[in-house]
């Protein structure tokens, strides 16, 4: 049985619908560390919650990147949400030429047991390109992987959604959804099962399913 980290049961029924296993919620308040990479809070998330488990855990972190900021907000999106509002992003972004944005998601898994590392590190400069990450697959890096935190493995995969950042539009959703367009549409403008079906959640989720079932065959 797999176990997910999170408070949301949104995401426990948006997993069952990628994996064959039995999942269970645990409601637990990992420390996330102060990092520029959502990879890095997802591994250290993992590592702490296996350990506060005791047995398989999946844990999640996401965000939402602008090309022309940089990548910000990335892994600091819930605070900037917070502190400054869907509007306050907007107005920073409106002036730019480009307006491209994505939304990036990372599942980490940790179950204390080996794996082999995938060879292709996590390659940070090529923020906004939904192409190359799909390519990567499930990227991880080999210190995540093989080294640091007392060694204990974690496995991550990506998934990302490219769009635009345009004024505020649709009622739906939560967080930045109002403000990123994918195709035509704001994520706030989809239902739920339809922002389901393309998010970025739900694509490193098909990842990490396709390796997790290989493995356990």
């Given at each position: 049985m797999l176990t997910f980290v999170t408070t949301n049961p949104g995401k426990i029924h948006e997993a069952e619908t990628?994996?064959?296993d039995p999942i269970e919620q645990l409601d637990f308040d990992y420390p996330e560390v102060q990092a520029d990479d959502l990879a890095t809070v997802a591994a250290h998330g993992a590592r702490a919650a296996y350990r506060?488990?005791?047995?398989?855990?999946?844990v999640d972190d996401s965000g939402l990147t602008i090309d022309a900021l940089g990548g910000?907000?990335?892994?600091?999106?819930?605070?900037?949400?917070?502190?400054?509002?869907?509007?306050?992003?907007?107005?920073?972004?409106?002036?730019?030429?480009?307006?491209s944005a994505a939304f990036r998601g990372v599942v980490a898994y940790c179950d204390g047991e080996d794996f082999e590392a995938t060879p292709?590190?996590?390659?940070?400069?090529?923020?906004?390109?939904?192409?190359?990450?799909?390519?990567?697959?499930?990227a991880t890096t080999d210190e995540q992987?093989?080294?640091?935190?007392?060694?204990v493995p974690v496995k991550l995969f990506e998934g990302v959604v490219p769009g635009k950042i345009v004024a505020p539009r649709g009622d739906g959703g939560f967080g930045f959804d109002p403000i990123f367009e994918y195709n035509g549409t704001t994520f706030a403008e989809m239902g739920t099962e339809e922002k389901n079906a393309i998010s970025h959640r739900g694509r490193a989720l098909a990842k990490f399913a396709e390796w997790f079932q290989s493995r356990t065959v």
């Open positions: 990628y994996l064959d506060h488990a005791g047995r398989p855990v999946v910000f907000p990335g892994p600091y999106s819930s605070y900037v949400e917070d502190k400054l509002g869907i509007e306050r992003v907007w107005e920073l972004t409106r002036q730019e030429d480009d307006r292709e590190p996590v390659d940070r400069d090529r923020r906004g390109q939904d192409l190359a990450a799909e390519e990567r697959g499930q992987v093989e080294g640091g935190d007392e060694a």
